[in-house]
């Protein structure tokens, strides 16, 4: 599909009221990127115990009450259920209202059909079917899970110092550069001395996953006022790149613990020395390699 119609039917969808439902609708009924098929749950599920790992690793709490908290939960809740599943008390945002019933019916099914090829194990999976009218209900009860929606990851209202873990997969990307310092220092306040916050993040322009006659770094080509024409708010891209998060991550009280770029190929390197690259992503002010940097996961710790 060329970016450019997508882009213009998110751009529809962004601007009309249920625009949100009706993206829904659209990658549920005819993209079908809606549930998520076998290969991309396990993705989804391996990108969680990578985040626990990093917690295990990584954390220096005292006292460790397995209280876990998430900005960016998305649709089908794959990733809080698999923290909930490792142990944790879960709360979990989204600045939409975005968690469909459905889909984590869908999701809990995944876990028993392939709960064999999981890299944990866990006690069997309680009210596969869910009621539509009390999924979140169910959630708490059987799962430990507190969804909460709309809500601003810049000022959560939650208390200070109450949480241990926190997680964010592939969000930031998403969340215009002026805000993310906010949530970090949002992240720091409610977290423990000794806490984690685990965060991967995609630098990918991600329309070449829909459009693959555009390369992964095709949005440097545009200033700003040209990429607004391309960025619907449903599909936001803030186009940041690594040096630029980690001159976010040193305005905040966190310690950086692990930084672990995804470097770019010979081949990578090779496409981006094709692509015109607008000033504001120029040579004089990054070098070619923070450019071709494809993604990161990052570790911080209180």
């Given at each position: 599909?060329?970016?450019?119609?997508?882009?213009?039917?998110?751009?529809?969808?962004?601007?009309?009221?249920?625009?949100?439902?009706?993206?829904?609708?659209?990658?549920?009924?005819?993209?079908?990127?809606?549930?998520?098929?076998?290969?991309?749950?396990?993705r989804?599920?391996n990108?969680?115990?990578?985040h626990?790992?990093?917690?295990?690793?990584?954390?220096?709490?005292?006292?460790?009450?397995?209280?876990?908290?998430?900005f960016?939960?998305?649709?089908?809740?794959?990733?809080?259920?698999?923290?909930s599943?490792?142990?944790?008390?879960?709360?979990?945002?989204?600045?939409?209202?975005?968690?469909?019933?459905e889909?984590?019916?869908?999701?809990?099914?995944?876990?028993?059909?392939?709960?064999?090829?999981?890299?944990?194990?866990?006690?069997?999976?309680?009210?596969?079917?869910?009621n539509?009218?009390?999924?979140?209900e169910?959630?708490?009860?059987?799962?430990?899970?507190k969804?909460?929606?709309?809500l601003?990851?810049?000022?959560?209202?939650?208390?200070?110092?109450?949480i241990?873990f926190?997680?964010?997969?592939?969000?930031?990307e998403?969340i215009?550069?002026?805000?993310?310092?906010?949530?970090?220092?949002?992240?720091?306040?409610?977290?423990?001395?000794?806490?984690?916050?685990?965060?991967?993040?995609d630098?990918?322009?991600?329309?070449s996953?829909?459009?693959k006659?555009?390369?992964?770094?095709?949005?440097?080509?545009?200033?700003?006022?040209?990429?607004?024409?391309?960025?619907?708010?449903?599909?936001?891209?803030n186009?940041?790149?690594?040096?630029?998060?980690?001159?976010?991550?040193?305005?905040?009280?966190f310690?950086?613990?692990?930084?672990?770029?995804?470097?770019?190929?010979e081949?990578?390197?090779?496409?981006?020395?094709?692509?015109?690259?607008n000033?504001?992503?120029?040579?004089?002010?990054?070098d070619?390699?923070?450019?071709?940097?494809?993604?990161?996961?990052?570790?911080?710790?209180?």
């Amino acid at each position: 599909m060329n970016f450019v119609y997508k882009c213009l039917l998110q751009q529809f969808f962004s601007k009309i009221p249920y625009g949100e439902h009706l993206n829904y609708l659209f990658q549920r009924r005819i993209t079908n990127s809606l549930p998520a098929s076998d290969e991309k749950f396990l993705r989804k599920v391996n990108d969680a115990f990578t985040h626990y790992g990093k917690f295990k690793e990584f954390n220096e709490l005292k006292n460790n009450g397995n209280k876990y908290y998430e900005f960016g939960a998305g649709w089908d809740l794959i990733i809080p259920i698999s923290i909930s599943l490792l142990g944790f008390e879960v709360t979990c945002i989204d600045i939409k209202y975005l968690a469909t019933p459905e889909l984590i019916q869908n999701s809990l099914g995944q876990f028993v059909k392939l709960r064999n090829k999981l890299p944990f194990e866990f006690d069997k999976i309680n009210s596969i079917s869910l009621n539509k009218d009390k999924c979140m209900e169910t959630l708490g009860k059987e799962y430990n899970i507190k969804y909460k929606a709309p809500l601003d990851a810049r000022d959560t209202g939650f208390k200070q110092e109450t949480i241990d873990f926190i997680s964010s997969s592939v969000t930031f990307e998403h969340i215009p550069g002026r805000e993310l310092l906010l949530i970090l220092n949002e992240c720091y306040r409610l977290l423990k001395r000794g806490g984690i916050l685990s965060l991967t993040i995609d630098y990918k322009d991600h329309w070449s996953y829909f459009d693959k006659n555009i390369s992964i770094y095709n949005f440097l080509r545009y200033s700003e006022k040209e990429w607004k024409r391309y960025n619907p708010s449903l599909h936001y891209q803030n186009r940041l790149r690594h040096s630029d998060y980690l001159k976010i991550i040193q305005q905040t009280c966190f310690e950086l613990v692990e930084d672990a770029p995804i470097l770019p190929t010979e081949e990578d390197i090779k496409v981006l020395k094709q692509i015109p690259l607008n000033n504001d992503f120029s040579l004089k002010t990054y070098d070619l390699h923070d450019l071709g940097i494809k993604g990161s996961h990052i570790v911080l710790r209180k």
